[in-house]
């Protein structure tokens, strides 16, 4: 089954303790995304990667890191979270920079920072 | 630059009547649109999306969409709604070129169904 699959699904840690919420697709697609969701603000882009190595910031990359060192994986990184990071977490992924493909979403990671 | 504005974060309709979810776009370049829904717990699925084949879109479990690029909207309607239509959507633009085909979403909708 084509899919987008991150882990864990829900998270809970203390502040300034790093994490790692992983990301894979078993499509081959180029693009990968983060998105974080936050009530009546939808969905932000925090980082992307148009392919193996090649990543850039979205609009609210302060606080992450991501790496794409394999094609299907892209990790989303907090180096030190803080309680503002509290957030549901989605990756995505598409085929290529076509602007009428859409994308495929992963079922989100629950992040809560005490 | 692309924006979404979803007008109304809160939409309550009866079991049976019309869902009308509005959407309009900012776009210095031909968009590409589309519409998510989000059940509760769950991920974002596509419903529909507009890719300037068609200004009228139809999607899954009864939605569609058309693109007027005269009001810059791309409204989701459906004639009848479903206890099972109630969860929060969202509409989001797409361009290629310079923006590496970022998508860009709204605020969202919540929709209620009653019965």
Same mark, same amino acid.
């Given at each position: 089954?084509?899919?987008?699959?991150?882990?864990?699904?829900?998270?809970?840690t203390v502040t300034?303790?790093?994490?790692?919420?992983?990301?894979?697709?078993?499509?081959?697609?180029?693009y990968m995304s983060?998105?974080?969701?936050?009530?009546g603000l939808g *969905?932000?882009?925090?980082? #992307?990667?148009?392919?193996?190595?090649?990543?850039?910031?979205?609009?609210?990359?302060?606080?992450?890191?991501?790496?794409?060192?394999? @094609?299907?994986?892209?990790?989303?990184?907090?180096?030190?979270?803080?309680?503002?990071? &509290?957030?549901? #977490?989605?990756?995505?992924?598409?085929?290529?920079?076509?602007? !009428?493909? /859409? #994308?495929?979403?992963?079922?989100?990671?629950?992040?809560? $920072?005490? | 630059?692309?924006? $979404?504005?979803?007008?109304?974060?809160?939409?309550?309709?009866?079991? /049976?009547?019309?869902?009308?979810?509005?959407?309009?776009?900012?776009?210095?370049?031909?968009?590409?649109?589309?519409?998510? $829904?989000?059940?509760?717990?769950? /991920?974002?699925?596509?419903? *529909?999306?507009?890719?300037?084949?068609? &200004?009228?879109? @139809?999607?899954?479990?009864?939605?569609?969409?058309?693109?007027?690029?005269?009001?810059?909207?791309?409204?989701?309607? @459906?004639?009848?709604?479903?206890?099972?239509?109630?969860?929060?959507?969202?509409?989001?633009?797409?361009? !290629? !070129?310079?923006?590496?085909?970022?998508?860009?979403? !709204?605020?969202?909708?919540? *929709? &209620?169904?009653?019965?």
């Amino acid at each position: 089954e084509a899919q987008v699959t991150q882990n864990p699904r829900y998270l809970i840690t203390v502040t300034g303790k790093k994490l790692t919420v992983t990301c894979s697709q078993n499509m081959n697609h180029e693009y990968m995304s983060w998105y974080r969701q936050d009530p009546g603000l939808g *969905l932000r882009q925090i980082y #992307y990667s148009m392919n193996v190595e090649v990543t850039d910031k979205g609009d609210v990359p302060e606080g992450y890191k991501v790496s794409r060192k394999e @094609k299907r994986n892209f990790p989303l990184i907090l180096e030190s979270p803080s309680p503002n990071q &509290t957030s549901l #977490y989605f990756c995505a992924s598409t085929p290529s920079d076509r602007a !009428g493909e /859409g #994308y495929t979403f992963g079922s989100g990671t629950r992040l809560t $920072v005490v | 630059a692309q924006s $979404v504005t979803q007008l109304g974060s809160h939409v309550s309709v009866s079991e /049976g009547a019309l869902v009308l979810l509005r959407c309009n776009y900012s776009s210095s370049v031909p968009p590409y649109l589309f519409w998510y $829904v989000q059940y509760p717990n769950q /991920g974002l699925q596509l419903l *529909l999306k507009y890719t300037s084949a068609a &200004t009228l879109v @139809k999607g899954i479990n009864g939605f569609e969409a058309e693109f007027k690029k005269s009001e810059t909207s791309f409204h989701l309607t @459906k004639p009848s709604a479903h206890m099972s239509d109630a969860a929060e959507y969202f509409c989001a633009v797409r361009t !290629g !070129g310079t923006s590496y085909g970022k998508l860009t979403f !709204g605020q969202g909708t919540i *929709l &209620t169904v009653h019965p």
